[in-house]
């Protein structure tokens, strides 16, 4: 059975102290967590001065591998407790508690908007509504970057759910790279780039229409 919202939030915020550490040795869906996030880091490049929000932002690790030297860096998060890291780790982000659907941003547009391992958090009914939340926050012209756990196929997330035997979440509904793909390109967005950074992990860039 999927996870609940709140479930979500407890499990993360029950994992925040540990979270970095234990992302080192990563294995079951999230098996190559630290080769995922470098390659997808170098598919975007945030400019000096420009504004970055990262939806998911966890402990602020991924950011910090993208965001420029003097950039604006934001972050949203559902849980708490991974909020107070990030805090102590980049005091200088503008942080907030949120969710993708509801990041409670209102008033501000971004260059980009970035998001690792957070997108199949969202409810497979929503998904459409969290791309929305994304084109939205974004300036004409502006970039997104989501990385996350995916599979290309039905078939290739049994065979990955085979091989990964007990280490498989049974409380997570990963997207499939087609489905997610059109979705995308529904939204409006162009520029679409996919990239297999790790054996379950896909990365996606796009741009919103200027």
């Known amino acids: 059975m999927l996870r609940n919202q709140n479930e979500t939030n407890e499990l993360f915020d ?3 102290r540990t979270y970095d ?5 990563a294995s079951g869906p999230l098996f ?13 490049e945030v400019g000096e001065n420009e504004k970055m929000l990262d939806i998911g932002i966890g402990t602020g690790t991924f950011a910090a591998l993208i965001s420029g030297e003097n950039a604006e860096v934001w972050g949203v998060d559902p849980s708490s407790q991974m909020l107070d890291q990030c805090k102590v780790k980049h005091p200088d982000y503008h942080l ?6 509801e990041t409670t941003i209102t ?12 997108f199949h958090e969202v409810s497979p009914k929503e998904r459409d509504k969290a791309l929305l939340e994304m084109l939205r926050l974004l300036k004409p012209g502006g970039k997104f970057l989501l990385l996350d756990i995916m599979f290309v196929s039905e ?4 065979d990955s759910r085979e091989k990964i035997g ?10 499939q790279v087609a489905q997610l793909d059109v979705m995308i390109r529904q939204t ?3 520029n679409i780039r996919w990239t297999n950074t790790a054996p379950y992990h896909w990365a996606v860039t796009g741009r919103k229409k200027k």
Not at 167 to 175: H, I, N, S, V
């Open 166 to 175: 007990k280490y498989w979440d049974e409380t997570e509904d990963y997207p």
């Open 188 to 190: 409006g967005f162009t």
């Open 32 to 44: 190559g967590y630290d080769h995922s996030i470098a390659q997808a880091a170098q598919m975007t």
């Open 107 to 118: 008033n501000e547009q971004f260059n980009h908007v970035i998001s690792s391992f957070c």
């Open 21 to 25: 550490k234990d992302l080192k040795n």
């Open 155 to 158: 078939a290739a997330q049994k």
């Open 96 to 101: 907030r508690q949120g969710t993708f659907t």
């Open 14 to 16: 029950g994992w925040a």
